[in-house]
Protein backbone atom coordinates (compact mmCIF):
# COMPACT_ATOMS: atom_id res chain seq x y z
CA UNK A 1 0.00 0.00 0.00
CA UNK A 2 1.11 3.49 -0.78
CA UNK A 3 1.57 6.43 1.42
CA UNK A 4 -1.91 8.09 0.88
CA UNK A 5 0.07 11.88 1.28
CA UNK A 6 3.37 11.28 -0.33
CA UNK A 7 6.36 13.60 1.26
CA UNK A 8 8.25 15.76 -2.09
CA UNK A 9 10.59 13.80 -4.00
CA UNK A 10 13.54 16.24 -2.78
CA UNK A 11 14.26 18.50 0.23
CA UNK A 12 15.44 21.93 -0.74
CA UNK A 13 19.56 22.68 -0.40
CA UNK A 14 20.71 25.66 0.94
CA UNK A 15 24.33 25.08 -0.96
CA UNK A 16 22.78 24.95 -4.08
CA UNK A 17 23.36 21.34 -4.46
CA UNK A 18 21.78 18.52 -5.82
CA UNK A 19 19.01 17.99 -3.07
CA UNK A 20 18.70 14.42 -1.95
CA UNK A 21 15.63 12.28 -2.15
CA UNK A 22 13.94 12.83 0.92
CA UNK A 23 12.80 9.58 2.72
CA UNK A 24 9.08 8.67 2.35
CA UNK A 25 6.83 7.38 5.24
CA UNK A 26 6.96 4.18 4.83
CA UNK A 27 11.25 4.13 5.26
CA UNK A 28 11.06 6.67 8.10
CA UNK A 29 8.64 4.84 10.28
CA UNK A 30 10.80 1.43 9.41
CA UNK A 31 14.07 3.21 10.05
CA UNK A 32 12.83 4.43 13.71
CA UNK A 33 11.29 0.75 14.25
CA UNK A 34 14.68 -1.19 13.56
CA UNK A 35 16.60 1.67 15.96
CA UNK A 36 14.13 1.87 18.64
CA UNK A 37 13.42 -1.90 18.73
CA UNK A 38 16.79 -3.09 18.49
CA UNK A 39 17.42 -0.23 21.23
CA UNK A 40 14.60 -0.90 23.42
CA UNK A 41 13.24 -4.31 22.60
CA UNK A 42 10.06 -4.56 20.48
CA UNK A 43 7.72 -3.91 23.26
CA UNK A 44 8.21 -0.11 22.45
CA UNK A 45 4.44 1.15 21.89
CA UNK A 46 2.82 2.93 18.44
CA UNK A 47 2.78 6.14 19.91
CA UNK A 48 6.39 6.37 21.01
CA UNK A 49 7.30 4.46 17.46
CA UNK A 50 5.17 7.09 15.45
CA UNK A 51 6.15 10.05 17.59
CA UNK A 52 10.26 9.08 16.87
CA UNK A 53 9.81 8.68 13.34
CA UNK A 54 7.31 11.80 12.99
CA UNK A 55 4.28 9.71 11.40
CA UNK A 56 1.04 9.84 12.44
CA UNK A 57 -0.44 6.94 13.66
CA UNK A 58 -2.90 6.98 10.96
CA UNK A 59 -0.62 6.69 8.30
CA UNK A 60 0.84 3.82 9.83
CA UNK A 61 -1.90 1.92 9.14
CA UNK A 62 -2.62 2.80 6.40
CA UNK A 63 0.57 1.23 5.45
CA UNK A 64 0.83 -2.14 7.39
CA UNK A 65 -2.25 -3.87 9.29
CA UNK A 66 -0.26 -3.61 12.65
CA UNK A 67 2.49 -3.96 14.61
CA UNK A 68 3.63 -7.45 14.52
CA UNK A 69 3.99 -6.15 10.38
CA UNK A 70 6.03 -3.40 11.41
CA UNK A 71 8.10 -5.15 13.61
CA UNK A 72 8.58 -7.75 10.57
CA UNK A 73 8.85 -5.25 7.91
CA UNK A 74 12.22 -3.28 9.80
CA UNK A 75 14.17 -6.27 10.28
CA UNK A 76 13.90 -7.10 6.66
CA UNK A 77 14.59 -3.41 5.84
CA UNK A 78 17.68 -3.06 8.66
CA UNK A 79 19.38 -6.62 7.55
CA UNK A 80 20.76 -6.10 3.93
CA UNK A 81 22.98 -3.41 5.67
CA UNK A 82 23.59 -5.83 8.28
CA UNK A 83 24.98 -8.33 6.52
CA UNK A 84 26.71 -6.51 4.48
CA UNK A 85 28.54 -5.10 7.95
CA UNK A 86 28.71 -8.70 8.68
CA UNK A 87 29.80 -10.45 5.24
CA UNK A 88 33.87 -9.75 3.07
CA UNK A 89 32.86 -8.85 -0.28
CA UNK A 90 31.21 -11.57 -2.62
CA UNK A 91 34.87 -11.37 -4.98
CA UNK A 92 37.58 -10.16 -2.29
CA UNK A 93 39.86 -12.87 -3.50
CA UNK A 94 40.86 -14.38 0.32
CA UNK A 95 40.58 -18.12 0.95
CA UNK A 96 37.41 -19.64 2.42
CA UNK A 97 38.91 -19.79 5.66
CA UNK A 98 39.76 -16.13 5.84
CA UNK A 99 36.45 -15.13 4.85
CA UNK A 100 34.88 -17.36 7.13
CA UNK A 101 36.54 -15.40 9.98
CA UNK A 102 36.04 -12.12 8.42
CA UNK A 103 32.21 -12.75 9.96
CA UNK A 104 33.85 -13.03 13.66
CA UNK A 105 36.12 -10.57 13.49
CA UNK A 106 33.00 -8.47 12.07
CA UNK A 107 31.12 -9.75 15.11
CA UNK A 108 34.15 -9.21 17.94
CA UNK A 109 34.53 -5.84 16.82
CA UNK A 110 30.45 -4.66 17.05
CA UNK A 111 30.39 -6.28 20.62
CA UNK A 112 32.98 -4.26 21.86
CA UNK A 113 30.76 -1.28 21.15
CA UNK A 114 28.96 0.41 24.00
CA UNK A 115 25.80 0.20 22.33
CA UNK A 116 25.88 -3.55 21.15
CA UNK A 117 22.30 -5.07 21.78
CA UNK A 118 23.12 -8.47 20.21
CA UNK A 119 22.06 -9.98 16.74
CA UNK A 120 19.32 -8.00 16.22
CA UNK A 121 17.42 -11.12 14.19
CA UNK A 122 17.63 -13.12 17.14
CA UNK A 123 16.74 -10.50 19.71
CA UNK A 124 13.42 -9.91 18.04
CA UNK A 125 12.66 -14.03 17.61
CA UNK A 126 12.87 -14.04 21.49
CA UNK A 127 11.19 -11.24 22.04
CA UNK A 128 8.38 -12.07 19.87
CA UNK A 129 8.72 -16.30 20.61
CA UNK A 130 6.69 -17.33 18.43
CA UNK A 131 7.81 -19.06 15.58
CA UNK A 132 5.27 -18.09 13.07
CA UNK A 133 5.46 -14.69 14.47
CA UNK A 134 6.10 -12.62 10.82
CA UNK A 135 9.68 -11.36 12.75
CA UNK A 136 10.23 -15.22 13.70
CA UNK A 137 9.53 -15.73 9.88
CA UNK A 138 12.18 -12.89 8.79
CA UNK A 139 14.57 -13.54 11.21
CA UNK A 140 15.00 -17.46 10.55
CA UNK A 141 15.50 -16.64 6.56
CA UNK A 142 18.53 -14.29 7.25
CA UNK A 143 19.97 -16.42 9.86
CA UNK A 144 19.67 -19.43 7.41
CA UNK A 145 21.29 -17.09 4.85
CA UNK A 146 23.97 -16.63 7.23
CA UNK A 147 24.44 -20.34 7.75
CA UNK A 148 24.22 -20.60 3.81
CA UNK A 149 27.63 -18.31 3.36
CA UNK A 150 29.40 -20.24 6.04
CA UNK A 151 28.82 -23.78 4.40
CA UNK A 152 29.11 -22.41 0.60
CA UNK A 153 32.89 -21.55 2.14
CA UNK A 154 33.31 -24.86 4.04
CA UNK A 155 32.56 -26.65 0.37
CA UNK A 156 35.12 -24.32 -0.95
CA UNK A 157 37.67 -24.90 1.53
CA UNK A 158 37.05 -28.82 1.44
CA UNK A 159 35.88 -29.54 5.30
CA UNK A 160 34.83 -32.77 6.11
CA UNK A 161 30.91 -31.97 6.78
CA UNK A 162 30.06 -28.65 5.65
CA UNK A 163 26.79 -28.74 6.65
CA UNK A 164 27.55 -29.57 10.36
CA UNK A 165 30.29 -27.00 10.17
CA UNK A 166 28.32 -24.57 9.26
CA UNK A 167 25.39 -25.01 11.87
CA UNK A 168 28.17 -24.93 14.42
CA UNK A 169 29.52 -21.35 13.10
CA UNK A 170 25.46 -20.48 13.50
CA UNK A 171 25.68 -21.40 17.24
CA UNK A 172 29.39 -19.56 17.84
CA UNK A 173 28.05 -16.66 16.12
CA UNK A 174 24.91 -16.55 17.99
CA UNK A 175 26.15 -18.07 21.11
CA UNK A 176 29.12 -15.32 21.49
CA UNK A 177 26.37 -12.49 20.53
CA UNK A 178 24.39 -13.38 23.52
CA UNK A 179 27.19 -13.60 26.07
CA UNK A 180 28.33 -10.18 24.65
CA UNK A 181 25.31 -8.93 25.72
CA UNK A 182 24.38 -11.05 28.61
CA UNK A 183 28.10 -10.26 30.58
CA UNK A 184 27.82 -5.95 29.45
CA UNK A 185 31.44 -6.42 27.87
CA UNK A 186 33.22 -6.97 24.17
CA UNK A 187 34.29 -11.05 23.66
CA UNK A 188 38.21 -10.17 23.80
CA UNK A 189 38.69 -12.80 21.23
CA UNK A 190 36.54 -15.79 21.98
CA UNK A 191 34.09 -15.99 19.00
CA UNK A 192 37.33 -15.72 17.00
CA UNK A 193 39.37 -18.25 18.83
CA UNK A 194 36.44 -20.62 19.14
CA UNK A 195 35.52 -20.34 15.13
CA UNK A 196 39.19 -20.66 14.63
CA UNK A 197 39.06 -24.41 16.71
CA UNK A 198 35.85 -25.57 14.95
CA UNK A 199 37.66 -24.64 11.13
CA UNK A 200 40.71 -26.47 12.14
CA UNK A 201 38.88 -29.35 13.85
CA UNK A 202 36.82 -29.60 10.28
CA UNK A 203 40.10 -29.30 8.04
CA UNK A 204 39.72 -25.98 6.68
CA UNK A 205 43.70 -24.99 6.22
CA UNK A 206 45.10 -21.71 7.94
Known sequence: MTDPTPAPATTPSPTGATPA??????????????ELFYREGVGVGIETLCRTAGVSKRSMYQLFAGKDEV???????????YEAYLLPPAA?????????????????????APDFRGCPLVSAAVEVKSPEHPASVVAR??????TAFFQQEAERGGAEDPALLARQLT????GSSARAVVQACGLDGLAVATASALLDGAGLPA
Open 21 to 34: PRASTRDRLLDAAA
Open 171 to 174: VVFD
Open 141 to 146: RRKDAL
Open 71 to 81: VAASLERAAPA
Open 92 to 112: DGRPPRARIMHVFERLEEAAA
